[in-house]
């Protein structure tokens, strides 16, 4: 049987009180519904907290974005900094370059460039 975990403060110290699990550590009360969910979903994450780290695939995107950059490659960049800005919305750089892009892209695309 798995264990029960507090939502709340990461105890597993519940006790069954009058129809409901309490937990020791900070007395949130929890109905059986919702400790057989916590059952369930405890044997995925047992402990909740698991923070999605990209910093390597933002720090790797913007490295392909900044060579596309390089070769003029407005495709690229604007698929790249599109990419970093999904996974980093605060970094201005790819703000910046991934609309940059985009309108090198569309002026590129046109006959006008095309010589
Ligand atoms: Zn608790």
Do not use: H
Not at 67 to 78: G, M, P, S, Y
Request: glycine share 6%; hydrophobic share 35%; net charge negative.
């Amino acid at each position: 049987m798995n264990k029960l975990i507090c939502e709340m403060c990461g105890s597993n110290d519940l006790i069954k009180e009058d129809g409901c699990f309490v937990c020791q550590g900070c007395g949130t009360k929890y109905s059986v519904e919702e400790a057989k969910r916590m059952m369930v979903e405890g044997t995925v994450d047992v402990k909740g907290t698991v923070k999605v780290d990209n910093t390597a695939f933002v720090e790797k995107y913007l490295q392909n974005a900044r060579r596309a950059l390089d070769k003029e490659d407005w495709e690229e960049v604007e698929k790249y900094y599109n990419l970093v800005e999904q996974n980093s919305p605060n970094n201005m750089e790819a703000v910046f370059f991934s609309s940059f892009g985009k309108a090198m892209l569309s002026m590129t695309d046109s006959e006008y460039y095309k010589r």
